[in-house]
């Protein structure tokens, strides 16, 4: 499937203003981890600097979510509180479509992959974050989380994503990413702050409009 040059939901857009409200497309990013000699390192690559959206900043893989992801085969599905929460806003059907779209993503920017077909049950869900209203493209963007013992393969450059490695966070902060992403690495360094155990019940969160970070909607009753 060919793609627009712009599907990343990194949260920079095309220049501009929206002139009547964009509704935002549906999309995830994955954010895969290591431990490093200082701290987590997390996989970035820069986009490319020709392309029309996000050019030259470091970004997570991740993309729109595709019609086909719903109905992706997976090796093992997402566990139960990892949909449930990825679940807050949609329908469970969404909610695998877009873990199966953040696995398509890592595949298709990096060459590395949860598995064939994919291994949902080893993601993690941290937080989503929706681009302002006033801007021309929008996203809805769940942001997911994989250790790299659970990936597979080699890291191959897509010509989308450039410079693919992994990074700490002192590093990331010295190679120009947008704002919304290191607001979102700074949401996944507090959950690997926390001991494992207290991860899954934290209070989940979304971020708005100009990175405001505000409590999730609760599941209905």
Request: aromatic share 4%.
């Amino acid at each position: 499937m060919t793609k627009e040059p712009f599907d990343n939901p990194g949260g920079a857009d095309v220049a501009g203003r929206a002139r009547r409200p964009v509704r935002p497309r549906h999309a995830a990013s994955i954010l895969v981890w290591r431990d490093g000699q200082d701290g987590p390192e997390l996989l970035m690559g820069r986009r490319n600097k020709a392309l029309r959206f996000m050019p030259d900043v470091m970004v997570f893989p991740g993309g729109r979510v595709d019609p086909g992801d719903a109905r992706a085969a997976a090796t093992a599905e997402l566990r139960p509180e990892v949909l449930a929460a990825l679940s807050r806003v949609g329908t469970a059907r969404l909610a695998r479509a877009c873990a199966m779209a953040a696995a398509r993503e890592l595949q298709e920017e990096t060459g590395l992959c949860l598995g064939e077909p994919p291994d949902l049950s080893v993601l993690d869900y941290l937080c989503r974050a929706v681009t302002p209203t006033s801007r021309p493209m929008r996203f809805n963007a769940r942001f997911l989380i994989a250790p790299a013992d659970a990936v597979r393969g080699n890291i191959i450059s897509s010509g989308e994503l450039e410079e693919l490695g992994f990074y700490s966070a002192a590093a990331a902060r010295a190679a120009k990413m947008a704002s919304i992403t290191e607001v979102i690495m700074e949401e996944f360094l507090a959950w690997h702050a926390m001991p494992p155990a207290q991860r899954a019940g934290r209070r989940l969160v979304r971020i708005l409009g100009l990175n405001a970070r505000m409590a999730e909607r609760e599941p209905a009753a």
